[in-house]
Structure formats: structure tokens, C-alpha cells
């Protein structure tokens, strides 16, 4: 299984971003796509996955925020960042697990990883 990020920057405060992960090499026909953030000093965290069938969560912060989607013709993850916050700087990985989407939001359910892209919001 092979993730590449792209789409990070640099944005003002409530500005908007687009990322892209392109997914390819995996078989899987029930899987699951997330986005998780890591921050200098901080643990990695969840923001939002998405099923094969569609189904989406997200993190309480970021929740009507950030939408994520996939484009299944492009194998590709895609999160839609809007009103973004300085708290929201970090590096932004792609992450895939065969099966359910996990319950947890720990990246430790997650199997396959991308090498991230970063993301920075200034107030």
C-alpha cells in the first residue's frame, strides 16, 4: 500500500486548504481512510475518516470545519479544510486500515501510512 499527501501550505486564519492523499497498491474491497494531524510536542491525533461505503467521522474539533470525501475513479482521500485556526497547524498524515473504520480514533488501528503534509495557520 502506497499514501502520498499533497495540498498543504500556508494559510491566514480562516482561510481554507485542500488535501489530497493518492492511495494505491492495495486490494482491500471494505476498508478505511482517516486523516490524523501531529503537532511539535503533541501526540498524533485523529480528524476524520471515512469508510468504503461513505461513512464519515470527525473529531469534536474540527467538526463543521473539515469534510472528508473520496474520489473512488481516482483511489484518492481528499479533506476540505475551511475556517482554519492556528490550533490547526501540524503535519497532516493519510492513514488506511483493511476492514471497519476502527471505534477508536488511535493511530495504533491504523496500518498503512503516508508521510505527511504540512499544514500552517497564522492569526
Known amino acids: 500500500v502506497q499514501l502520498v499527501e499533497s495540498g498543504g501550505g500556508s494559510v491566514q486564519s480562516g482561510g481554507s486548504l485542500r488535501l489530497s492523499c493518492a492511495a494505491s497498491?492495495?486490494?482491500?474491497?471494505?476498508?478505511?481512510m482517516g486523516w490524523f494531524r501531529q503537532a511539535p510536542g503533541k501526540e498524533r491525533e485523529g480528524v476524520a475518516k471515512i469508510d468504503s461505503a461513505g461513512s464519515r467521522s470527525y473529531a469534536d474539533s474540527v467538526k463543521g470545519r473539515f469534510t472528508i470525501s473520496q474520489d473512488n475513479a481516482k483511489n484518492t482521500l481528499l479533506l476540505q479544510m475551511n475556517s482554519l485556526k492556528p490550533e490547526d497547524t501540524a503535519m497532516y498524515y493519510c492513514?488506511?486500515?483493511?476492514?471497519?473504520?476502527?471505534?477508536?480514533?488511535?493511530?495504533?488501528?491504523?496500518?498503512?501510512w503516508g508521510h505527511g503534509t504540512q499544514v500552517t495557520v497564522s492569526s
Open positions: 492513514a488506511l486500515v483493511g476492514g471497519y473504520c476502527p471505534g477508536s480514533w488511535s493511530h495504533l488501528m491504523f496500518s498503512y
Open positions: 497498491r492495495y486490494t482491500y474491497t471494505r476498508y478505511c
